[in-house]
């Protein structure tokens, strides 16, 4: 969000309004549990068949060892406000409590004075030439849950128009469930955060805030940048069944994150098509998790190597052979699972 103009800043969440669909009743979840109409057994069996050939694909948080032994922690973290997902196990709050530092993608604080100037100019944001979503190029389907979402939080076409790919693709990467508790409650890497600088933790941002979003604005990644944009929009599509979104959160906290993944590709390919959905994934996940998993590895690894690191990312960016885990044993860590309350052993 942080390069969107100053004046869809200071007006979300006051007048922003949840999409029509996106009730409180269909945010409110429920009970974390996966129903057989939103995932029926054989399609959950094959969800986790996929995702156990992807490597270290189960388990939220990592015990990472340096080459010297010094010890850190990794957290996957999911971008929620809801109670079920604030809720953290005993053993990570206390990891959090006692680290020497919380490193995190991104640290949304201003340095200084003349930082936050900077990013409440006028410009940030803004295309010079208006180009209409029609014209953007998405999928048709990503391109009506994008309108509804920008008219959702007040924008006219006139201003949607104005938005640099980067500045949608912030605003895209907000649920419309966490419209009712934005500017209230935390989503779950800050809630980490602030348990962390309570504790006397010092911050750590891997990348500088406006750098996702000047990437997708640079002419030569507007391939990445309207992939990102139809994956970001198909989380928008209507489910007013809090069924699926209680599903979600019951893999989440068994530690299931690669059946989401795989969960996310079927989502996709039945909104746009397999092919779609596979270039799609393939340019997003290709920038988000694997290009910037490097570049966090590169920032945090001095301090990992000094060890009391609580390392906390989404949890997208731990699995596979891109992930983080991986990442870090490449790098000579010692990385080993904890598994935690409701999670499979082992």
């Excluded at 942080?2 to 429920?30: E, F, K, V």
């Excluded at 068949?49 to 388990?59: F, K, L």
């Excluded at 980067?166 to 500017?183: K, V, W």
């Excluded at 604005?217 to 139809?230: M, S, Y």
Aim: net charge neutral.
């Amino acid at each position: 969000m942080i390069r969107l103009l100053p004046a869809l800043l200071a007006l979300w969440p006051a007048c922003a309004q949840a999409q029509a669909w996106a009730t409180r009743a269909a945010c409110d979840a429920g009970a974390a549990e996966i129903a057989p109409h939103v995932l029926p057994e054989a399609q959950l069996a094959a969800l986790r068949e996929r995702a156990a050939a992807v490597p270290d694909s189960d388990g939220r948080f990592w015990r990472v060892q340096s080459p010297g032994g010094a010890v850190s922690h990794l957290w996957g973290s999911y971008p929620s406000s809801h109670p079920q997902i604030l809720a953290l196990p005993q053993i990570a709050e206390a990891r959090i409590a006692a680290a020497r530092l919380i490193a995190v993608d991104r640290d949304f604080t201003a340095a200084s004075r003349a930082e936050l100037n900077r990013r409440q100019f006028p410009g940030q944001g803004l295309q010079g030439a208006p180009v209409p979503l029609q014209d953007r190029g998405f999928h048709p389907r990503a391109g009506a849950w994008i309108r509804s979402r920008t008219e959702a939080l007040g924008l006219s076409p006139a201003e949607a128009a104005r938005l640099s790919p980067g500045a949608l693709a912030e605003l895209l990467m907000r649920s419309p469930c966490e419209d009712f508790t934005a500017g209230v409650l935390p989503l779950q890497d800050m809630r980490i955060r602030v348990l962390g600088q309570i504790g006397g933790a010092d911050v750590l941002g891997l990348e500088p805030p406006e750098a996702l979003a000047a990437h997708l604005d640079l002419p030569e990644n507007a391939a990445t940048a309207r992939a990102i944009h139809n994956v970001l929009a198909a989380r928008m599509q209507p489910q007013p069944d809090p069924a699926f979104r209680a599903a979600r959160f019951a893999l989440y906290r068994e530690g299931a994150i690669g059946v989401l993944m795989e969960w996310e590709q079927v989502q996709l390919a039945r909104a746009y098509g397999a092919e779609q959905a596979r270039r799609d994934l393939a340019l997003s996940r290709g920038y988000l998790l694997a290009h910037r998993n490097e570049a966090f590895l590169k920032r945090v690894l001095p301090d990992l190597r000094e060890g009391g690191v609580f390392l906390s990312l989404g949890a997208f960016h731990l699995p596979g052979e891109t992930g983080m885990i991986r990442l870090l044993r490449d790098a000579g860590f010692t990385v080993s699972r904890i598994p935690l309350t409701g999670e499979p052993a082992g």
